[in-house]
């Protein structure tokens, strides 16, 4: 998610050492001890402003959530969010999503979001999409056997080429929604992208991937 550059996010990130974790690598074997708990873990790659990853700590206080991006101002909007809120169960990484493994060891996290991520729709940008194949691969490395990736979208083109290279790495996929709003499926919590679409009209499209046991 492209946010303008806030003025101080680099100040506000450091001074809560409490909730975003500086020395990302340190942590890899640890997030229990991080979180004080041995609830189950879920991340979200590419957190966008936090609406969702917030919500779902609200609504699931026994499960710990990460929020990672890449962008400081971004993640100065959750951080404003887990203040207010405040949301015990959420710590935030400023990580490239590309080297989870350098952050999680492996089978350490239970679930993985993606959501509204760049489509990058050209052909030439096929490994920068986020279920390409090398990414999955790292995806399989810190969730456990069996474990499941959780993907929105708004973008058709993004989610067919999801569908298919999830089928093609071996995964299962067990839901498949090409019009979520419109479905019966209970218990979503909309991202700040979600939102504005819904607004619009425009279809979103949902999916939950398991990988083999």
Known sequence: MRVRNRKGAQ?????????????????????????????????????????????????????????????????????????????????????????????FAPAEISLLYLNFSDPWPKKRHEKRRLTYKDFLATYQTILPAGGEIHFKTDNRGLFEYSLASMSQYGMTLQEVFLDLHASDFEGNVLTEYEEKFSKRNQVIYRLEARFED
């Open 11 to 103: 100040e506000m990130l450091d001074a809560r050492p409490d909730l975003v974790l500086t020395d990302a690598q340190a942590v890899k074997g640890h997030w229990a001890d991080i979180f004080g708990n041995s609830h189950p873990i879920h991340i979200e790659v590419g957190c966008g402003k936090g609406q969702f990853i917030t919500g779902m700590a609200q609504a699931h206080p026994d499960i710990n959530y990460v929020a990672i991006d890449m962008q400081k101002s971004v993640l100065s909007h959750v951080l404003d969010k887990v203040v207010e809120q405040e949301l015990p169960n959420v710590r935030l990484l400023l990580v490239d999503g590309s080297e989870l493994t350098h952050y």
